[in-house]
């Protein structure tokens, strides 16, 4: 008789030589392929070359050190590596209470020394056999892998799809998108999937820098190198060292700032400000920005070699209202969060609400609808919330805009001034959402806020 054809690939890490060779010997009767390592500093390389179906894995490595601790650091840095990994983990019989806090913290199973040979099969083949049937629903595979970031669109499950293929990778991915969209929570997702993950994601606003400090805030000083320079300062990029390094809003750079940046991307080296010792730098670079960096370019305005260093991968955040499908989730999902913020038993909202939620045009994206859902939740004095707990802004065309706070007589500056503060009360004071409007940069809406003393 024809013996059936084996599959499924394991591997399993144990300090202990003699466990593992007796786990090997058993395992290879029912599985194609078992690899071992008796050093968990190897797990991250032998994952990255093959794929395997289930890890099986000691929760003690350290001799003498009963804690678990090994294990359950392992046993995060495995889910950051792969989230959809199988992870079975072994113990002692005197340490299930360690089993089932490693199964709380995402252990699929786990398997009790010395395993009675039945039990542990079925243990390793019901973990595989889970695995296979949740990833054949790839909606739900994304949310095991990012609880954090909600949406089930067309738009997010592309988006999904785009970091789980490249976050391994060390490629540069420039995220595109309106304020509030997620790209900073995008670029967190990349690094924490990324073989990156244990070593700093460090994020730095450029819109928020002046240009006279961003060689500073970048690249570090010397102490001396000018006049405030009272100390040695590590700039951000040495901070992001073996990490990854977060530019937002990379469209508001001068060209001059961009042709220093150009050049630190191109030879991987940095000099601190003042000094002349070239400091090498390895990191992942993901920048994002909320401008048309090709209309930029095309008025010059945006270096094309620079656009080229950066943008390796794109990944484009669609704005919420062109994923309404989304609304009703995230909406569901930060009543959630604030209901057990502020302790308040909500209990959902009624349905003029929702179709208001789905109908508005969230101009401030979903860092908006966080805030509206937020402030509803600290303010309603019922469990379900009706449309008017939003004070949802109304959708005012530009004409609306100018009445008559100023007449034939006011100069360009009342109007600039008075039209800023009215778009200001509009967005509640978030810069982001009022500079939107006003169709200007971040920087620029700060810049004139300061001029006009608002
Ligand atoms: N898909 C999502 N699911 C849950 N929360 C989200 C999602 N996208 C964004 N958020 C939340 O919305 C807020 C704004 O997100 P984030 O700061 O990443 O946006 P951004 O595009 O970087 O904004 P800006 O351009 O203004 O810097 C954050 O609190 C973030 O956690």
Redesign the pocket.
């Known amino acids: 008789m024809a013996t059936p054809q084996k599959s499924g690939s394991i591997l399993i890490v144990d300090d202990h030589h003699d466990i593992l060779i007796a786990a090997k010997l058993f395992l290879k009767r029912y599985f194609a392929h078992i690899e071992i390592t008796t050093d968990p500093e190897r797990i991250p390389s032998i994952l990255a070359n093959q794929q395997f179906d289930v890890v099986l894995l000691d929760m003690n490595f350290t001799k003498d050190i009963s804690s678990g601790k090994e294990g359950f650091d392992w046993l995060q840095r495995i889910q950051n590596m792969d989230a959809t990994l199988p992870i079975v983990m072994m113990t002692a019989y005197g340490d299930i209470q360690l089993a089932i806090k490693a199964m709380k913290m995402g252990a699929t199973d786990f398997v009790l020394k010395p395993w009675e040979n039945e039990a542990f099969l079925k243990t390793l083949k019901d973990a595989i056999q889970k695995q296979k049937s949740e990833s054949a629903n790839p909606t739900e595979n994304y949310q095991r892998k990012f609880p954090?970031?909600?949406?089930e669109s067309e738009p997010?499950l592309a988006v999904f799809n785009v970091i789980d293929k490249i976050a391994a990778t060390d490629a540069n991915v420039l995220v595109l998108?309106?304020?509030?969209?997620?790209?900073?929570?995008?670029a967190r997702a990349i690094h924490k999937h990324s073989d990156r993950a244990q070593a700093p994601f460090v994020s730095v606003?450029l819109g928020s820098i002046s240009a006279s400090l961003f060689e500073s805030e970048l690249f570090g000083h010397k102490k001396g190198a000018f006049t405030d320079a009272r100390e040695d300062r590590v700039g951000r990029f040495e901070l992001a060292q073996g990490g990854t390094l977060f530019l937002?809003?990379i469209g508001n750079l001068s060209p001059h700032l961009q042709s220093k940046l150009l050049t630190a991307l191109q030879s991987r080296k940095i000099v601190r400000v003042g000094s002349t010792k070239e400091i090498p730098i390895d990191i992942r670079l993901v920048c994002?920005t909320?401008m048309a960096l090709s209309d930029m370019i095309s008025k010059k305005e945006f270096r094309q070699d620079l656009l080229y260093r950066i943008n390796t991968i794109e990944i484009d955040?669609p704005p919420l209202r062109e994923r309404k499908g989304?609304i009703l989730l995230?909406a569901d999902?930060y009543l959630e969060q604030y209901s057990k913020k502020y302790q308040k038993n909500m209990e959902g909202f009624h349905k003029d609400a929702y179709a208001a939620l789905k109908s508005y045009s969230w101009p401030g994206?979903?860092?908006e609808l966080?805030h509206t859902i937020e402030r509803a939740v600290i303010m309603s004095g019922t469990p379900m919330l009706s449309t008017d707990d939003f004070q949802l802004k109304k959708q005012t065309s530009n004409r609306a805009i100018l009445d008559d706070s100023w007449d034939d007589t006011s100069t360009l500056h009342d109007i600039e001034k008075q039209h800023i503060k009215k778009v200001m009360t509009t967005h509640d004071g978030n810069i982001?959402s009022a500079a939107e409007q006003l169709g200007i940069t971040r920087a620029s809406l700060y810049r004139r806020l300061k001029k006009y003393g608002l």
């Open positions: 954090n970031i909600i949406g997010m998108g309106e304020n509030g969209t997620g790209k900073e929570l995008i606003d937002d809003e994002a909320n955040l989304d995230l999902y994206n979903i860092r966080q982001s």
